[in-house]
């Protein structure tokens, strides 16, 4: 039994060295010298992906928030639980223009990134 553990175990360790070996042939691809080029667009790539994803991420939570308070709203109204139709109503009010807000902020940061970013 010992042996046969010994003799799989060099079979196990033989095959598994010879799998990557295709790998290694494969061809490096040609890659253009000339056009590569790391500094000069660093900090358009900075303005218009993280700055841009930063602010969409913050509007998209914001919007979710805003959504979530309009629905609770909602209940309230529908439910009169938390201070009547009337508080429920403002709270609707108030989450309408906050989705309003957020939709303009949106389309205004788009607006910045298209024009500052070409």
Do not use: C, E, H
Not at 10 to 24: G, H, K, N, R
Not at 65 to 91: E, F, N, P, R, S
Not at 95 to 105: D, Q, T
């Amino acid at each position: 039994m010992k042996k046969l553990l010994v003799n799989s175990s060099a079979v196990l360790a033989a095959a598994m060295t010879a799998f990557p070996l295709p790998a290694f042939a494969q061809a490096f691809p040609d890659i253009p010298q000339d056009s590569v080029s790391v500094g000069d667009n660093v900090g358009q790539w900075l303005r218009d992906n993280i700055l841009y994803g930063i602010a969409n991420w913050l509007l998209v939570i914001a919007g979710a928030l805003a959504i979530i308070y309009l629905i609770w709203a909602g209940i309230q109204y529908i439910t009169g639980v938390g201070g009547g139709a009337d508080a429920a109503k403002k709270q609707i009010i108030n989450a309408v223009i906050g989705i309003i807000i957020i939709v303009l902020a949106y389309a205004i940061v788009t607006a910045v990134i298209s024009l500052v970013g070409g």
